[in-house]
């Protein structure tokens, strides 16, 4: 039961830590955003004023633009601040994700404590620490869930090969076990009737192919550019979708 009290208390100092790193996370987009604009703006001002025989090298609005867009695909800094802001997304998504991992991990334990209460209160304790032990395994929540230091919403998120930040596991209906992460949709197809192939990017930059069927394979052929939360085993190809959800 103690051991259940310090897993409570450090889910909750997660959950500060990941608020942290997400208004971190947001912060780093809109800087980033606001880096790519300044950029726009000021091509678009050179390209304003730049003068051929004292006349405007570019008379009109259409050829403005299509210098302008020209100019910003070949600047090697603006290209760098675009693929810095695919990155913003990208972190800003799976610190979102997290956190809702997170609260409702909180709030499995809360729950958890509120039964285990009540059943000391009815006199039912024995049995209390091996139903802990059973629910929680290890029982240490820290080793499986690590608190995020403030200012890592930005960071790479270890994992090991196909795997995503902060998934967790658990037996499928075969037996296989099944695990979840969250993804970036890349681009989607259909690879067969009634089979998508997605080709997604992992919060450690792991890119794998995720094959989904039926209305999961909808989802995932209708979230390109988008994050989805999605539950697989591993197959020989890539990984084979249980569920995919959108996540907002």
Do not use: W
């Not at 678009?44 to 405007?56: D, F, I, L, M, T």
């Not at 997290?98 to 729950?111: I, P, T």
């Amino acid at each position: 039961m103690f051991r259940l009290v310090q897993n409570l208390a450090r889910s909750g100092e997660r959950i500060e830590n990941l608020v942290i790193g997400l208004a971190d996370a947001r912060q780093a987009l809109h800087d980033t955003f606001e880096a790519l604009k300044r950029h726009e703006v000021l091509i678009s001002g050179q390209v304003a004023a730049e003068r051929k025989n004292s006349q405007p090298a570019f008379p009109n609005e259409d050829t403005r633009k299509a210098e302008v867009v020209r100019r910003l695909e070949s600047d090697p800094e603006y290209q760098k601040i675009k693929v810095k802001l695919q990155d913003a997304r990208v972190n800003l998504a799976f610190a979102e994700a997290e956190l809702e991992r997170a609260k409702a991990d909180h709030a499995g334990l809360v729950a958890m404590t509120g039964l285990i209460t009540a059943m000391v209160n009815t006199g039912k304790i024995d049995g209390v620490e091996r139903f802990v032990h059973d629910i929680l395994g290890s029982d240490n929540l820290s080793d499986k869930y690590p608190a995020r230091k403030s200012g890592q919403a930005g960071d790479s998120i270890p994992a090991g090969p196909n795997r995503a930040s902060g998934q967790t596991a658990a037996a499928g209906p075969d037996g296989d076990e099944l695990e979840t992460g969250a993804f970036m949709v890349l681009e989607a197809r259909e690879s067969k009737p009634g089979t998508v192939r997605g080709y997604c990017q992992s919060a450690d930059g792991n890119k794998v192919a995720v094959y989904a069927k039926n209305s999961h394979g909808q989802t995932l052929a209708g979230a390109v550019g988008e994050f989805v939360q999605i539950s697989y085993r591993k197959g020989d190809k890539g990984l084979i979708a249980t569920s995919v959800k959108l996540v907002r």
